[in-house]
């Protein structure tokens, strides 16, 4: 069964740094793509990076792009998101998510990881002012 547990959310100053860690389980490691989503109060659920683990080719979105880092540990079957320079418009429930899929990249990943995926119970950061 694929599971997925993010943690490493919490309260940080703008300007500050967080690392969200997801701890994958239940499937095969390499034949997925990971992903990370946030959705803020009254704001709909948005794709903001993702990572295919079996060649490690990365996507971002626009906001938060040379801000933000998704990489892996494939051995731990972890993926990481390292936020810098965090801003208020960060705060949000990030969730992870995975799907099994080689080929997808940028949009078509987030898209299949939204459609297809299996998610994490999502963790809080909250950037104060």
């Known amino acids: 069964e694929v599971q997925l547990v993010e943690s490493g959310g919490g309260l940080v100053q703008a300007g500050g740094s967080l690392r969200l860690s997801c701890a994958a389980s239940?499937?095969?490691?390499?034949?997925?793509?990971i992903g990370w989503f946030r959705q803020a109060p009254g704001k709909e659920r948005e794709g903001i990076s993702c990572l295919t683990v079996k060649d490690g080719s990365t996507y971002y979105s626009d906001s938060v792009k040379d801000r933000f880092i998704i990489s892996s540990d494939n051995a731990e079957m972890t993926v990481f998101l390292q936020m810098n320079s965090l801003k208020p418009e960060d705060t949000a429930v990030y969730y992870c998510?995975?799907?099994?899929?080689?080929?997808?990249?940028?949009?078509?990943?987030?898209?299949?990881?939204?459609?297809?995926?299996?998610w994490g119970q999502g963790t809080q950061v909250t950037v104060s002012a």
């Open positions: 998510a995975a799907v099994k899929s080689l080929n997808d990249r940028g949009f078509s990943a987030l898209y299949m990881l939204r459609q297809f995926g299996r």
């Open positions: 239940g499937f095969t490691f390499d034949d997925y793509t």
